[in-house]
């Protein structure tokens, strides 16, 4: 008889695919997941980790219907109510989450806590097998998956999901392509202490060298995102961290309060998107399948939508392929469409031409003041 023979078996075990276990679990299928880099267990009053995200509405009820929401509010979080954009400052969009009666626009949570609350989640769930100990050392994908790990173990499945980042090991041994692009422009992310009490705000001002973005987190911490060059960014990630205050001071707007530095992390921004979802008896999802410029911070949000655009079809069809053929159909689209409007976005202010610059600035001030579409840009940036 062969051993460790699952449904699906699912490597990377990180915010997208343990949703996915989380979701696959409920409808009863027997799940491996694999994800040898486990996050801390977590400790309350600790500082935050670097690695936020902004949780969108839509995405915290895909947490809830699956059972994590729960576990990560009992940790930490913060919710944002008040979103502002602007170049100029007397060109620019304000959101509110009062204006369409909502208690918030979304959550920045850091991304261990959002795992950690799936992964306790999970443990009501006898039918889902960790493997935890050894990482991939080989995927054999002739006849249905078999997934070597580095020990010797062997895991055999119907279904292999990547869901291990943007250098996806189950999509190169799928010999799925991807297009894509690295951006000239880097991201230079800080850690900060406010010397304010948290704030329910966050905020984006463009300017000729890239964004400067503030998003707020639990007590009085909070996050910074300086987009610029890439040897900018890495002038600035080697200054001492007064020096680096200093630049920030000169450069960032006026709503930036006082602060002192924690930590300093860069990260290159890149577009890649997997030509295929699915093929044969692998799926790719999250961002094995498509990784996006952070701009509007929905990286995550697509991925989690993913994951319910999964769970949808698995309802609405009779067969395992039937319903990985309709969400590769439903969500390669979408995906697209998103990516595309970042770009969009970012070549849009990116541009130095004085008509061009007129023109956004003229587009944000009208934008602040549309009421029914401003709304609505409101409740799709939710997810709603």
């Known amino acids: 008889m062969v051993k460790n023979v699952f449904d699906f078996c699912i490597v990377g075990g990180g915010m997208v695919g343990a949703a996915t276990a989380l979701g696959l679990a409920q409808k009863g299928f027997s ?7 486990m996050p801390a267990a977590f400790v ?8 936020v995200s902004a949780i969108s509405v839509t995405s915290e009820q895909l947490l809830g219907r699956l059972g994590a929401w729960s576990h990560i509010e009992a940790m930490r979080l913060c919710s944002y109510r008040r979103l502002s954009v602007w170049e100029k400052e007397n060109c620019r969009t304000d959101f509110n ?24 989640a999970l443990a009501s769930y006898d039918k889902v097998q960790w493997f935890t100990q050894s990482p991939v050392e080989n995927i054999v994908l002739q006849g249905t998956p078999v997934i070597q790990l580095a020990d010797g173990e062997q895991i055999n499945c119907n279904i292999l999901i990547g869901a291990d980042g943007l250098n996806s090991a189950v999509r190169q041994a799928a010999n799925i392509g991807t297009k894509g692009w690295q951006y000239r422009q880097q991201a230079l992310a800080i850690q900060i ?23 707020p987190l639990y007590d009085n911490y909070a996050s910074l995102v300086w987009y610029h060059s890439g040897d900018s960014v890495q002038r600035l990630r080697a200054l001492a961290p ?4 200093q630049q920030i001071v000169a450069n960032f707007p006026d709503e930036l309060v006082d602060f002192d530095i924690l930590q300093v992390a860069s990260f290159p921004i890149t577009r890649m998107h997997a030509n295929q ?12 399948a498509h990784c996006i410029n952070p701009l509007a911070g929905q990286g995550v949000n697509l991925g989690f939508k993913d994951v319910a655009a999964l769970l949808e079809c698995l309802e609405k069809h009779n067969t395992v392929p039937q319903a990985l053929q309709a969400y590769q159909q439903a969500r390669r689209a979408d995906n697209l469409i998103m990516m595309s409007a970042m770009d969009v976005i970012y070549a849009t202010f990116s541009q130095s031409n004085p008509l061009v610059k007129l023109c956004r600035n003229l587009g ?14 409101m409740k799709y940036a939710m997810g709603l």
């Open 193 to 215: 202490k406010t010397h304010s009490a948290q704030q329910d705000i966050t905020w984006q001002q463009f300017t000729p060298s890239g964004p400067l973005a503030f998003l």
């Open 364 to 377: 944000l001030k009208l934008a602040n003041a549309s009421g029914p579409i401003k709304h609505q840009v």
């Open 242 to 245: 007064d020096k680096l205050k």
């Open 44 to 51: 309350q009053g600790t500082p935050p980790d670097m690695r």
């Open 97 to 120: 989450c009062a204006d369409i009666q909502c208690e918030h626009l979304g959550h920045i949570v850091e991304n261990s806590v959002v795992q950690l609350g799936l992964h306790q």
């Open 277 to 288: 979802y699915v093929k044969e008896n692998v799926m790719l999802i999250g961002d094995s």
């Open 31 to 37: 799940i491996a997941l694999i994800e040898t880099r």
